[in-house]
């Protein structure tokens, strides 16, 4: 009675620090920078929780999300490229004066190849979909390569571009800057560097005046594997806001659903006689 008791707590806890504590990725992001998606697309059961506060002066917004991987990987015959898989997602924005006062969105991203030489991670996605409020629907679709950079052994950190097409619900969702000045595409260009020690650094451009758009830089500490701590700063858009530019935090943990909840490993039974 009392060893199945032990041993259930220790498969409990085992599956806790397996959420919490997996094997940090080599960057902090496996799925966008900060804002801007990257090519890459996370594994089955594989996924990421994120906590985001920015303060704008005495204005404040928060977003909360979840991503998790659904498909594995397949291998395009004897190409030597991959199909990564399907990564789907689900955030809650709440915006100062945005009706209504939290609005879900969701997200999804299809990988096309996983990176290899110099063919880069490569996905299509659709991201902040209001499915619940339609009205307010940003709804972009967008294509983003991401890349890896080395030279030798030495890591120097890896870069995405992409191209977004929005559809907004209303006009006011959406406004044009340079270098695309007509219709509703967006760039998106980002940077991770490499890491040193638990710090990593990046900073991301998504163009435009949306509520996704900006130019932003952020550090992370890793605080245990797999889960980080940042504080960055954004660069808004619209000069004439009140508030343009504002400070954030956020906290980022990564998981593995299958690794957390697979049975522990069969431990050697000892020889007789032992």
Avoid at 138 to 144: E, G, I, Q, R
Avoid at 203 to 229: K, Q, R
């Amino acid at each position: 009675m009392i060893n199945n008791l032990f041993t259930a707590l220790r498969r409990t806890a085992a599956a806790t620090l397996a959420w919490l504590a997996v094997a940090a990725p080599a960057h902090a992001y496996p799925t966008s920078i900060i804002f801007v998606p990257t090519g890459t697309t996370v594994g089955p059961g594989q996924g990421n929780m994120a906590f985001y506060n920015a303060y704008y002066g005495d204005i404040s917004e928060t977003w909360a999300g979840l991503n998790v991987g659904l498909l594995p990987e397949v291998p395009y015959g004897g190409t030597g490229l991959v199909f990564p898989g399907l990564e789907v997602g689900l955030d809650a924005i709440a915006m100062p004066g945005d009706k209504p006062g939290i609005k879900p969105v969701a997200n999804v991203k299809l990988g096309l190849v996983r990176e290899a030489g110099w063919v880069p991670d490569l996905a299509l996605g659709y991201m902040s979909w209001a499915f619940l409020n339609p009205d307010r629907s940003l709804n972009m679709a967008y294509l983003s390569a991401t890349k890896s950079f080395a030279a030798g052994q030495r890591d120097l950190g890896r870069g995405t571009v992409g191209l977004g097409q929005s559809s907004p619900a209303a006009p006011d969702l959406f406004g044009n800057t340079w270098p695309i000045t007509t219709g509703n595409q967006t760039l998106m260009v980002g940077y991770e560097f490499p890491a040193v020690g638990p710090f990593t650094f990046a900073m991301d451009h998504v163009g435009g005046n949306t509520e996704v758009s900006g130019t932003n830089f952020v550090a992370n500490v890793e605080l245990v594997p797999g889960t980080f701590f940042s504080v960055g700063y954004a660069f808004a858009h619209d000069r004439d806001d009140s508030y343009p530019d504002g400070y954030f935090l956020q906290t980022y943990t990564n998981f593995d659903l299958i690794k957390a909840f697979a049975p522990p490993a069969e431990e050697p039974t000892a020889p007789a006689g032992m």
